[in-house]
Each structure stands twice: as C-alpha cells, then as structure tokens.
C-alpha cells in the first residue's frame, strides 16, 4: 500500500488511515497539518481489494471496529475518530 508523506515535525511514525470521502478524516488531517506533525496517510477506499484487506488487518490491531479515521502512533498508540484534544496532547512538544 502506498502512504503520502507529509512533511513536518518529527514524532517518530505517524499513520493515518482515512477515507477519501470523510469529512472527519479530512479534519483529522487538517488538524495533523495544522500542528505541523509530520504523518503518512492513506485512503483506503481507494486501494485495491486485496491492499485493502491487508490494510484493515493492520487497523484492526489498533481500532478492532475497523472505523475511520485511526491514527496509530509509532505502532504502539491508536486514536480512534476525530478526538481533537486527544491529537493536540499526543503531539506537543
């Protein structure tokens, strides 16, 4: 599967995964840009099946409703859905 980098500060890897169509996908990702956090992104409805399936295994370890958007944070931190104050915390510095 193939993530779009964008640049910003380093946190270490920062992973969104979204939906080209959400629009709470699309704020969490304003919101990362916003905060100048470097993150990759991927939309996931876009992929192909078969990425798309590899794709929603690895979200499951971290969001096991499978729900967008979930950003994982150095494999080892997960938000679920567009927590504001949650994101803002996880990237202070």
């Known amino acids: 599967m193939k993530f779009v980098h964008v640049d910003g500060r380093d946190f270490g ?4 995964y979204a939906l080209s169509t959400c629009g709470w996908c699309n704020k969490t990702k304003a919101l990362l840009s916003e905060l100048g956090t470097g993150f990759s992104y991927v939309y996931v409805d876009l992929l192909s099946e078969e990425e798309m399936e590899e794709t929603m295994h690895e979200i499951e370890k971290y969001n096991p409703n499978g729900s967008f958007p979930t950003l994982v944070i150095n494999h080892s931190h997960g938000i679920v859905g567009f927590r504001e104050d949650e994101i ?4 202070r510095k």
């Open 13 to 16: 890897d920062v992973k969104l």
């Open 88 to 91: 803002r915390k996880a990237f």
